[in-house]
């Protein structure tokens, strides 16, 4: 909550003691540690019913496809709807279709394609629900304890992962075919969910961020979402990044259980075994990522995990020796939750509460179209060559891409205060009666300036473009006055009356320092003179 006291705890375990954060991890934990049984007897199930190492790669890319279409649908309806309700529906999606699956599979009438559909149709719920569930956790805990809880978020996911898979292969391999093995899985997911559903139905939900003015439309909200991320060099880093690591990355999910089944000619136990070392590593380095967070740069964890792939890739495609295979898998395990929780924790300080989960969406969006597409494509490489050259390409491509990605930092010092600025919520008084959907609307601010800091000035004043862009500008100008050099005018132009309202009321306290500073150039004794314009239409004949 906004209002949750601080509690002191430097062991980075604080956000457990309160009951509403707890709650959620505990849920949360037992419904990913079902969705991993899932995935490892998913994927089995598929080596039973097809040799084709293609379709068994597809369901990676069946997993990660829902994700690349809908998150940013997801992210907008959660920064629009009452999250709770949101996430009931989408948990109970998610519960309908795995009892279905479970049901096909008992029957005996599953097949490849239904298998992909269906796998399809869970992940659309995931994509929809994800960047919601996310985006709750800062209503649960002080922003001073938010790396923390996403930490700890992601020790629970891989804690999971660890022993998901494991229990998922013991689960089909107890059973006296894959097919009955998978639909005893697919019951105990389904049932996972219900401990979401009855956390998520208990909460009584005050949000950090309400708006005074009517809602987005779901396309005027993705498109606020699309423009904040194209005019914030920050968050751009962090998708770029984003994108490099897990499209090489992929390779590793894509083709362990061709490597399992056809190169270690081991079956559904050894492969969960596998698929559970990438989950026990992912734990170690959730436990010792705040330690590392606050010793190395998030720059050189991310160039040390990208080597860790790489030499994982490698190992995957060069050697039959299970110690070292599962050697390389549990570092692989470390460096990936290291990855994927350190652009966690960046993409949700870069950005304020109003469009949070439209910024979480877009970086799923983009995570999961690293994963589907490098999947695809390392499943291809395979089908046509062989599975070890393509974790030897998976391998120099990675190894390319962590110079590459070195040259787009990360958030470096203390992050920005995005809380909102509160005395910017007050409409300005106008004598025309404006219609909400009015517009284009005109803002001209003037401003007189010593000629002797006319370079400072117009550097500041640039640099209060982004500002303007992301909040909802869709032109920008700063001009100088030929007759009168002193004077300088900043102009931008919103679609409407209403959405320049709401570019007032997403104002935050850092957007507020760089707007003094611009301010602080002024002189006079009165404020710069602002001028908001109305675009004049002609009405009638």
Do not use: K
């Not at 002080?142 to 804690?159: G, K």
């Not at 590793?252 to 270690?264: G, K, S, T």
């Not at 203390?414 to 959907?437: F, G, H, K, N």
Request: charged share 15%.
């Amino acid at each position: 909550m906004a209002s949750a006291p601080q509690i002191d705890s430097p062991s980075g375990w604080a956000p457990l003691r309160r009951p509403l954060f707890r709650n959620r991890w505990i849920a949360s934990l037992v419904s990913n540690l079902g969705s991993w049984m899932q995935d490892t007897a998913g994927t089995w199930l598929m080596t039973a019913l097809t040799t084709s190492p293609l379709l068994i790669a597809l369901m990676q890319t069946a997993a990660s496809l829902p994700v690349l279409f809908l998150g940013l649908p997801a992210g907008a309806t959660a920064d629009i709807f009452d999250r709770r309700r949101l996430l009931i529906f989408w948990q109970s999606w998610m519960l309908a279709t795995v009892a279905l699956l479970s049901l096909l599979t008992a029957f005996g009438v599953i097949s490849p394609a239904v298998l992909l559909v269906l796998t399809f149709l869970l992940n659309i719920g995931s994509a929809m629900n994800n960047p919601a569930w996310q985006a709750i956790v800062p209503e649960l805990v002080p922003r001073s304890e938010l790396p923390d809880a996403i930490s700890l978020n992601s020790a629970a996911f891989n804690l999971a992962r660890a022993v998901g898979p494991a229990l998922g292969g013991l689960a089909v391999a107890a059973f006296a075919s894959p097919q009955v093995g998978a639909a005893a899985v697919f019951f105990l997911n389904s049932a996972s969910f219900l401990a979401v559903i009855f956390v998520l139905y208990t909460w009584q939900r005050t949000p950090l961020f309400q708006s005074a003015l009517p809602a987005e439309r779901i396309f005027g909200s993705m498109r606020s979402g699309v423009r904040y991320v194209r005019n914030s060099p920050a968050l751009r880093a962090i998708l770029l990044r984003a994108f490099l690591f897990t499209g090489f990355a992929s390779a590793v999910w894509a083709l362990l259980a061709v490597v399992a089944q056809q190169d270690l000619h081991a079956g559904a136990m050894a492969y969960g075994i596998l698929n559970g070392c990438l989950g026990l590593g992912a734990v170690i380095g959730a436990v010792l990522l705040p330690r590392l967070r606050r010793t190395l740069p998030a720059q050189w964890m991310l160039a040390g995990a990208g080597a860790i792939f790489t030499g994982t890739l490698a190992t995957l495609a060069l050697t039959r020796s299970v110690p070292l295979i599962v050697f390389w898998l549990v570092a692989a395990g470390c460096a990936w939750t290291t990855t994927t929780s350190t652009l966690n924790i960046a993409v949700q300080l870069s950005v304020p509460a109003w469009v949070q989960a439209r910024a979480l969406g877009i970086y799923q969006m983009v995570f999961a179209g690293g994963m589907a597409g490098g999947s695809a494509l390392w499943g291809l490489i395979a089908e046509r060559y062989s599975s070890q050259t393509a974790l030897l390409a998976a391998a120099a491509g990675m190894l390319i891409g962590v110079p590459v990605a070195l040259r787009f930092p990360l958030l470096r010092g203390a992050p920005p205060d995005l809380s909102p600025y509160q005395s910017m919520r007050a409409a300005p008084q106008t004598v025309l009666q404006l219609e909400p959907e009015e517009g284009p609307v005109l803002i001209e601010i003037e401003y007189l300036i010593r000629l002797t800091e006319t370079n400072e000035f117009t550097r500041a004043l640039h640099a209060a473009r982004p500002l303007r862009m992301r909040d909802g500008a869709i032109r920008w100008g700063a001009f100088q006055d030929t007759a009168q050099p002193e004077r300088f005018i900043e102009t931008f132009v919103m679609e409407s009356w209403l959405e320049f309202l709401r570019a007032r009321e997403r104002m935050t306290a850092a957007d507020r320092v760089i707007r003094d500073r611009v301010r602080s150039f002024h002189q006079g004794d009165q404020d710069p003179r602002v001028s908001r314009m109305i675009y004049a239409r002609v009405n009638g004949p």
